[in-house]
Structures are given as C-alpha cells and as structure tokens.
C-alpha cells in the first residue's frame, strides 16, 4: 500500500498552483530550505489558512492576492470548509493503515473497568467517592499521617537531637554571638531553615505529591474534570481548571505554570487568581489541617472561608471579565491500576524539584532574616505590621509569620506551626492566621511565575487585590468571631 | 416490509438519549475555532458514536475512545440516529 496522501483532485491543483507561485518567492525558498519543511507542506498551511504561517506571508508574498484567489476557488468546489476535508482526508488514511496494522484480539471483558468506570463518572456515586477520595487521600493521608505523625517526628528528633548539638558545637567553634545566630540558635540556617526544609515540608510534600500521582496514573483526574464541569462554569471556568487547581494544592509555582492548558486568556486569568488567592500549597495545607484537626469547629471555619472566597471571587471575576464561555472537552482514559514504580519515581522527581527549589530560599530566607534582625529593619517591618497585627487581634509575633510568607508560602506556615505550638497564639487567632495566610500573596516562587504567565500590569494588580482581600477578610473573621464570641 | 436498521433522521449529538448511536454527518457551520476542536480530538463525519452519559457532562464513545465534552460542543454536532 502506498503511504503518499493524496487529497481530493480540487486540493491536489490548489496545492500544485500555490507551490509554483511561492517558488518564485526567495524568502519562503530559502525558509523551505532551511527548515526542510516541503513546499507541498507550505501550499496546505496555506490552504487551510494557518494563522502564525499566514500572517507572516501576508507580510513578505507579493503573490498574495493570486494565492488568495486559488483558495477561494479551491474552496468553491467544496461545501465543507478545506481544513475539514484536509482533515477528513488524513484520518481515512489513517484509518487505512490502522485497519491493515492493527491485529484485533477476541474483546477482553472490560467489565472491572466499566463498573469503576461508571462508579467515578455516575454524578450520584462520583460526588460521594470523590469526597472519599479528598477525604482519606488529602486529608487524613497528607493532613494526619504527614503533617502530624511525620512532622512531629521528625520535628521532635531535630528539636531533641539536631538543634542542642549544633548549637553547642557553634557555641564551641564560633565565639562571636553574631556568627553563632547565622547558623544555630533561633533562626540559625540549620536549626530553622534546614530544620523547617526537613522537617515540616518534605514529609508534607511527599506524602502529597505520592497521592496526586496515584490519581494522576490512575486516570482519575480527568474523570473529576468531567464531574465538576458544569459547577466550575458559573466561575468562568471549565472541567479543565481543576487539575491546574489539584496542583495548586501540591505548588501554586508548578500550577500557575500549568494553566497554560487552559482554553481562553480569561479562563487563565481566572485560575490564576483562584490559585494565588485561594489555593494553599500542600505544605500550607498540611500544615493547617494537621493544626487545626484537632478543633473540628475551626477547621470548617477555615474550609467554609475559603469556599465562600473561592466561589465569590470566581463568580465576580466572570461577571467583570469580558468573554465567552470556554469549551469543554477532554479523553477520558482507561481506568487502570497504577505501576508502583512509576508512582515512585513520579513521586521522587517532583519532591526532588521541590527541595530543590526550596532549600536555597530558605537557607536565603534565614540569612536574610539574620541581616534583618542584625540591621533593625526585621523589626521595623514587623512595626510596621504591626497595626495590622492589632486589627486583626493577633500578638506581635504573628508578623513574622506573615514576613515569612512573603519569602514562600509554607515558610510563613511552618512559622505558624511554631508560633502555636510555643502557646503564642490560641484558638481564635489560630483560625483568622490560618485564613489570612491562606489567601495571603503568592509566595516569591509564584510570583514569578505569575509574572511569566500573566505580565507585570496584571501580576502587581492581582497581588496588590490579594494583599488587601485579605487582610480584610482576616479583619472580618476576627470580628465576627468576637462578636459571636466563637470560642475553641 | 423492509427491515429498516437506520434512520435517516438528523438531530444533534444533544438530543440523543443514554445508550444511543448515531453516525456523525456534519458539524455546526461557520464557526472555524469550533471545528479545529473537534478535528483536534478526531471527530470527524463518518465516525460513530455512543451516548455513554449525558449529565453533568456528555460521555461519548467512539470506537473505544471515550471523550468527555459540554453540552455547547455537543450541540455543534449533528449525528443520523442509528439502532
């Protein structure tokens, strides 16, 4: 059988009258020859009128107008549009050769995979098995297993066996105080930057990069796209969103970064602002639910704020932004048992870019808090915080925590973890840091991204938003709070 | 006295209840950015479908491969009803 496509005959003189007049073209000669890409390929961009390929001739063709002509005339003798009938004429091929290669074996009984498959897509047992899944994966997975027993493990060996020895072997070696707060003590580089890599955020991150390759490889994700679709629309976003948001929960960074899957300008924009407003990162997450599990109270309080942010925000934001609704469509793969090695080495190349990506800020943000505290300007920002800090009937502080967050997000939180479990804060105020953490700036890391992906107009526009929502939300809560005189 | 086993009646992709198929014939016209969508996951005229699932989102099945899309794209897709 031979492999060469050839259209129906109107295309086939379209293609052969387009080359010859772009062979009299230098410009788009030389291009042919440099890229090796054929001038029969170039007659069919043409023909169907690929953007990026069409503008640039627009500009450079002086036989524009004839190539114009010979596709409006090639297009005549068609009643579908061309990139249609291109299009239909390679998938027979295709299909074609899937016939003649493709050796078909007796139907293996899908009947597992139909049953589980109906299971995650029928919306009456879906909702309820995806509120399992978030429950045991995220929750008690990440939030208890991780974020407690892990952390306080790990966190008790660096606090008994870590920390007293590298501050004596400091104390030993170095004799000025000044050198010594560099790297043990307080917030030394080991004893709080390491200890707070470690410690608190790899077994968090771990634990939940290890779930979300679990559903990654087991095709369930799409199959959660397909069940919130039509929830997600009247936020102006489509199924699709909700894997950069899953993501989101593992690393704003690596999921604003991700919505770039996403269909329209204003779908991204949406996601975007969701994931640096609302979204905690996993260490946040784990953090905070691993804090706040103990309270159920607080930990709805928490849950039932960030949903209501989530979907007012989403909801206003479509209203104001100008355009349409964006489609929705997606494969939905087979269901399949995922490989224990592909998890695991899924699972070890992300906590790896993690740590990666982190150690060095924190080892940065330890230095620069030693120059802060060295400089005074530590103390001045935390003055200047301070107010605030009041408004929001926090103790003082809780200001470092907030400085924290400005370098990455699960830096301020695993301050919090501290701060609450040297008994500076209590019940209440627990709950308002939580939130306002929460929806607090985008950490540094995504930032930047955001910058990538969105341009500076929007980037410092949607930061300066998030700063004052929430804090202001945060002042909400604690007033309402006192006033129902909510008490944990 | 003939055995009919198609219709010729034409409806969009929307209109067809769970566990029916239809053979696509043509999709919604002038609207190019919806078309390079439907090429792009192979949906073609000719090919038959499958209503799997029609809430909260359309399942189709197409020789196997399952897609899921909105009830907006299921529209633009005009299917002739077979048994």
Same mark, same amino acid.
């Given at each position: ?20 007049? +772009? ?6 000669? %030389? ?21 990026? #390929? ?8 002086? @036989? ?41 074996? *007796?139907? *293996? ?6 049953f589980f498959h109906q299971l995650t897509v029928n919306p009456i047992t879906g909702f309820p098995l995806l509120i399992f899944v978030l429950y045991f994966g995220i929750y008690?997975?990440?939030?208890? #297993? ?11 060996? #660096?606090?008994?066996?870590? /920390? ?56 369930? $994700? ?9 929830? #997600?629309?009247? $936020? ?54 691993? $804090?706040?599990?103990? /309270? ?12 209501? &942010? ?8 479509? *209203? ?23 998890? &695991? ?8 870019? @993690? ?10 943000? %330890? ?15 935390? /003055? ?11 103790? *003082? ?22 701060? @609450? ?8 105020? +627990? ?19 955001? +910058? ?37 | ?6 219709? !010729?009646?034409?409806?969009? =992709? ?18 190019? =950015? ?12 000719? =090919?038959? !479908? ?8 359309? !399942? ?18 005009? !299917?002739?009803?077979?048994?």
């Amino acid at each position: 059988m031979s492999l060469f496509l050839r259209y129906p005959t109107a295309i086939e003189e379209g293609i052969t009258k387009i080359e010859s007049l +772009l062979s009299k073209n230098k410009v788009i000669m %030389s291009m042919t020859v440099n890229s090796s890409v054929s001038r029969r390929s170039l007659a069919l961009l043409l023909l169907q009128k690929e953007p990026i #390929f069409w503008k640039k001739i627009q500009q450079q063709e002086p @036989y524009i107008v004839e190539i114009e002509s010979v596709i409006q005339s090639v297009q005549s003798q068609f009643s579908d549009p061309l990139i249609l009938v291109i299009a239909k004429t390679r998938h027979q091929m295709a299909r074609k050769i899937e016939e003649s290669a493709v050796v078909k074996l *007796k139907k *293996k009984s899908p009947e597992g995979e139909d049953f589980f498959h109906q299971l995650t897509v029928n919306p009456i047992t879906g909702f309820p098995l995806l509120i399992f899944v978030l429950y045991f994966g995220i929750y008690k997975f990440v939030g208890e #297993f991780g974020a407690g027993i892990l952390v306080n493990q790990i966190e008790g060996f #660096f606090a008994n066996n870590i /920390n007293p020895v590298v501050n004596q072997i400091t104390a030993q070696f170095l004799p000025w105080k000044i050198a010594q707060d560099l790297i043990a003590n307080d917030y030394g580089i080991i004893t709080l930057g390491v200890r707070y890599a470690i410690a608190i955020i790899f077994p968090i991150v771990t634990t939940f990069f290890l779930v979300l390759s679990l559903l990654e490889d087991s095709g369930y $994700l799409p199959r959660i796209s397909l069940l919130v679709d039509r929830l #997600f629309k009247p $936020l102006g976003l489509s199924g699709r969103a909700i894997i950069p948001l899953i993501l989101g929960l593992g690393c704003g960074t690596m999921a604003t970064l991700v919505t770039r899957t996403l269909e329209s300008k204003r779908e991204r924009f949406i996601a975007t602002l969701l994931l640096a407003l609302v979204i905690p990162c996993s260490a946040q997450l784990g953090i905070i639910l691993g $804090l706040l599990s103990q /309270n159920p109270l607080a930990l709805t309080i928490w849950l039932g704020c960030l949903g209501i &942010v989530f979907l007012g925000v989403g909801i206003l934001t479509a *209203k104001v932004i100008p355009g349409n609704m964006s489609s929705f469509y997606m494969e939905i793969p087979p269901l399949r048992w995922p490989h224990p090695m592909g998890i &695991v080495s899924k699972t070890y190349g992300r906590v790896k870019w @993690y740590i990666k990506e982190i150690t060095g800020l924190f080892i940065l943000a %330890s230095i620069f808090i030693w120059i802060g505290k060295l400089t005074g300007i530590f103390e001045l920002l935390v /003055n200047l915080l301070n107010p605030i800090m009041i408004d929001l009937g926090l103790p *003082k502080d809780a200001a470092s925590v907030f400085l924290y967050g400005f370098f990455r997000r699960d830096y301020g939180a695993a301050g919090m973890f501290d701060l @609450y479990n040297s008994g500076i804060l209590d019940g209440r105020q +627990l709950v308002v840091t939580a939130v306002t953490l929460t929806l607090f700036i985008p950490c540094i890391a995504q930032f930047q991204s955001l +910058l990538r992906e969105q341009g500076l107009k929007t980037t410092l526009g949607m930061t300066s938003f998030i700063l004052t929502f929430a804090f202001c939300i945060g002042y909400s809560l604690n007033q309402l709070l006192l006033i129902f005189e909510v008490s944990f | 006295m003939f055995t009919q086993t198609f219709t !010729v009646e034409s409806s969009a =992709l929307n209109l067809l209840k769970e566990k029916e198929k239809g053979i696509i014939t043509q999709f919604r016209k002038n609207d190019e =950015l919806l078309l390079k969508k439907l090429i792009a996951m192979g949906i073609m005229p000719g =090919l038959s !479908v499958t209503i799997e699932q029609r809430f909260p989102s359309f !399942v189709i099945n197409m020789n196997g491969t399952r897609l899921a899309i909105d009830r907006n794209l299921a529209r633009a897709i005009y !299917v002739r009803r077979t048994r």
